[in-house]
């Protein structure tokens, strides 16, 4: 097994012009684990027709918490579509949760959920169906063959900006505008 050249936790992957997998054309990604077994992430910018008043009632949790009924799921990736994952912030404790660092974190358990029913707490929260996963070696390979960019994480994007203005503000942060990206790759 290779050594991983950087670890990407905590960074957003932009996908390419050429991306072929119908599941991450123009996706934006947040990858919560980066290590030499993989990488786990969630895409940020994909809302399904589900509302969290809807996933809600479907799971048989309450919703009490104000403000939080009309927003949307997400397609979180093509891996345990049937599964829920919050993205939260701040990490807290729950009873299933991978903390990305001393900011944020990835839970799949349902007690997050209904503290957020409840409560609203963690008052920032992203909640999808489904994660994106890559075996060893996998996701630097398709860096390398340019299905991705890379860049740090902003928090702000994801839980301060709609949906459909994410990918293009993750762009902004390397000084890219997505419409003068190539479909074709180049290797010098």
Do not use: C, K
């Not at 503290?115 to 996963?133: C, F, H, I, K, R």
């Not at 860049?151 to 003068?180: H, K, S, T």
Request: aromatic letters at 6%.
């Amino acid at each position: 097994m290779s050594a991983i050249t950087s670890n990407l936790t905590h960074h957003f992957l932009i996908a390419m012009p050429n991306m072929a997998d119908p599941n991450f054309v123009r996706s934006l990604t947040y990858i919560a684990e980066h290590n030499e077994q993989g990488a786990l992430g969630i895409i940020v910018n994909r809302p399904i027709d589900m509302t969290l008043a809807a996933l809600f009632e479907r799971i048989d949790v309450p919703l009490e918490a104000d403000g939080l009924a009309g927003q949307p799921v997400y397609f979180g990736g093509p891996v345990q579509t049937d599964r829920g994952f919050v993205l939260h912030r701040p990490a807290g404790e729950w009873h299933s949760t991978l903390v990305v660092n001393d900011e944020v974190g990835l839970t799949s358990s349902r007690d997050i959920l209904q503290a957020v029913g409840s409560s609203g707490e963690p008052p920032e929260v992203l909640v999808t169906l489904g994660y994106a996963g890559w075996t060893a070696g996998q996701l630097e390979q398709e860096i390398a063959d340019n299905s991705w960019l890379t860049v740090p994480a902003d928090l702000a994007i994801v839980f301060g900006l709609p949906p459909e203005e994410r990918l293009a503000a993750a762009m902004q942060m390397l000084g890219i505008d997505f419409a003068n990206l190539s479909e074709s790759a180049g290797h010098a």
